[in-house]
């Protein structure tokens, strides 16, 4: 299970921020909490599909999707598919609620990751330092901490910003990406799907994102890769590049290993291990 649930120094509880729990590709199964968690939560969506209730309300759970949790609020979750893949972190801290409080994160919400692998990333960044013996780890998961809350707060602020024309386009590519990035596509393919030039296309995910088309659609691939790699294992690696649009399979794993630091075989190892 890869799930971590440290337990705080008087020191480490000193910090602005500590962790009190984290997960990774978390198989999520049901859980009630009639009082709430203990402190802040982050749950964010890898793969899969859940239902979450909370303030009376029925939220259907999908990939590439957030979701915030202030601390002692009820709530009630539980998978609505095959299965359901999470990462997730709860924090607490001397500077936690009044940053919280400054930032108006202070009620539940659900959003959608326009860039998920921002979040994801940190995410796993965090559970990896907090399980190692790392001597400087728990200023630097403080730190990290504070970096979550921030990708948090400008998720919720484009969340309530108003939609313009520009928007909406930039909405529709990353739909259609969503739903082809298993086939292959040209520039000029995805910028036909909004009638605009390739150039448009490129200048408006660099004001976006800040990265290329197709480099945002690389790290959606690799995404989409290690959710497959753990929940299909026996798949070939020569399948898994297949499923997610990559043609040559030694060209996906060059990519995972760059992106990772070990190869999808190992990664699968490592997973199994429980880390």
């Not at 948090?152 to 909405?171: L, V």
């Not at 590519?173 to 995805?190: R, V």
């Amino acid at each position: 299970m890869n799930a971590f649930f440290p337990t705080n120094t008087e020191h480490q509880s000193q910090l602005p921020f500590y962790l009190t729990s984290s997960g990774i590709y978390f198989n999520e199964t049901e859980m009630d909490r009639s009082l709430g968690y203990t402190s802040p939560q982050w749950i964010q969506t890898i793969s899969g599909a859940g239902k979450f209730f909370v303030n009376d309300r029925e939220y259907d759970i999908l990939p590439n999707t957030g979701l915030f949790i202030p601390a002692h609020v009820p709530h009630h979750y539980k998978k609505s598919a095959e299965s359901w893949v999470t990462h997730w972190v709860s924090f607490d801290g001397k500077a936690t609620t009044e940053l919280l409080t400054s930032l108006g994160l202070t009620h539940f919400d659900y959003v959608s990751l326009i860039e998920p692998n921002t979040t994801q990333q940190l995410l796993e960044k965090i559970y990896r330092l907090s399980t190692n013996a790392y001597h400087h780890k728990y200023l630097k998961i403080s730190t990290l901490i504070y970096e979550l809350i921030y990708e948090i707060y400008q998720i919720k602020n484009m969340k309530n910003m108003p939609h313009s024309h520009e928007n909406q386009i930039f909405q529709t590519l990353l739909t259609f990406i969503e739903n082809h990035y298993m086939h292959d596509f040209s520039l000029d393919q995805l910028a036909e799907t909004v009638d605009r030039s390739p150039q448009y296309i490129c200048r408006l995910f660099q004001e976006e994102l800040r990265m290329r088309p197709f480099e945002y659609i690389r790290h959606y691939r690799l995404s989409k890769s290690k959710s497959l790699l753990l929940s299909s294992p026996d798949l070939s690696v020569q399948d898994v590049a297949s499923q997610v649009g990559i043609k040559s399979p030694s060209y996906f794993s060059a990519l995972f290993k760059k992106e990772e630091k070990i190869t999808p075989r190992e990664f699968v190892q490592l997973h199994q291990r429980g880390i």
